[in-house]
């Protein structure tokens, strides 16, 4: 499968103001823009991405529904310029959206597990189950454990030497979805709410921005700030003073941007609808 080059869209429109901004980061270059990089093609209802070790990226296909378990979920292997380098890189998965890697594990949010995968060969290396998990949705490194939102009990699960427990639940987090660990900070983004949070290591919640309903996945940019991506479409700019900005819709175009990531310059982000991933250039 190739990749398709198309036009960029960028469709900025006027900010609104939220809260206070986390403290981690303390130079901010300006709202960026995004440039349509590529579009892969040939996925079913990718959710989640993550970057692969020997290069390129994984990408989760849920292959149905989001709640089903049916068994028909698999990983697949992209280059960094969106070719598929193995299909099925991993299979046999109910509905696998988020993705993270440790230690040459990449781990995988299942709905009510947490499933391990030998990163360099798609080897299975057992499950985690979640007591209580009822929607695993993201995944992500941070101070060397794997978290994992559960959508539907608005909680954050830690992933430890084998064994899962509870880090925080709190009201506040309705629908979370995207998380993303970062320095002495993770971020959180929900879908109730359309917000973004920054927590400390103790747990402590701080809202940055809000009203981006709902939100998907969160990027870390460099020269400050955060992209976040909403499930209908649309990706936002959220400035350190916690103001937001829409640089991009596909909502028209029937194209979802769920599960966002950031590296360096450029942004993975997999499209449930109509089953591409597309890969944004971030320039400022």
């Not at 292997?77 to 099925?88: A, P, Q």
């Not at 993705?99 to 030998?118: E, F, H, P, T």
Request: charged share 20%.
């Amino acid at each position: 499968m190739r990749a398709l080059i198309l036009f960029s869209i960028i469709l900025p429109l006027a900010a609104c103001a939220a809260e206070t901004p986390a403290e981690s980061q303390t130079e901010e270059a300006g709202a960026p823009k995004l440039e349509q990089l590529w579009l892969a093609e040939g996925f079913a209802s990718p959710e989640g991405a993550a970057q692969a070790p020997q290069g390129g990226y994984f990408i989760s296909n849920v292959a149905g529904e989001g709640a089903d378990k049916d068994g028909e979920g698999w990983i697949s292997l992209i280059s960094e310029d969106g070719e598929i380098v193995t299909e099925r890189f991993a299979d046999g998965f109910h509905a696998p959206k988020g993705m993270a890697v440790l230690d040459g594990v990449l781990y995988v949010a299942d709905i009510d597990r947490v499933r391990m995968i030998d990163a360099a060969t798609g080897e299975a290396k057992g499950d985690i189950p979640i007591e209580g998990g009822k929607f695993l949705n993201d995944a992500t490194v941070w101070n060397g454990a794997v978290y994992v939102s559960d959508s539907l009990t608005n909680s954050v699960l830690k992933i430890e030497d084998g064994a899962a427990s509870t880090w925080i639940t709190d009201d506040r987090l309705g629908k979370i979805n995207g998380i993303l660990g970062a320095g002495d900070t993770l971020y959180i983004v929900t879908m109730d709410t359309g917000s973004l949070y920054a927590a400390n290591a103790n747990g402590e919640l701080t809202e940055i921005a809000t009203g981006m309903i709902p939100a998907d996945g969160v990027g870390l940019l460099e020269g400050g700030g955060w992209l976040v991506s909403t499930v209908p479409g649309e990706i936002y700019y959220v400035s350190l003073e916690g103001e937001t900005e829409q640089l991009s819709d596909t909502r028209e175009a029937g194209i979802s941007q769920n599960d966002l990531n950031v590296y360096g310059d450029i942004a993975i982000v997999p499209n449930w609808r109509p089953g591409t991933v597309t890969a944004w250039k971030i320039s400022r």
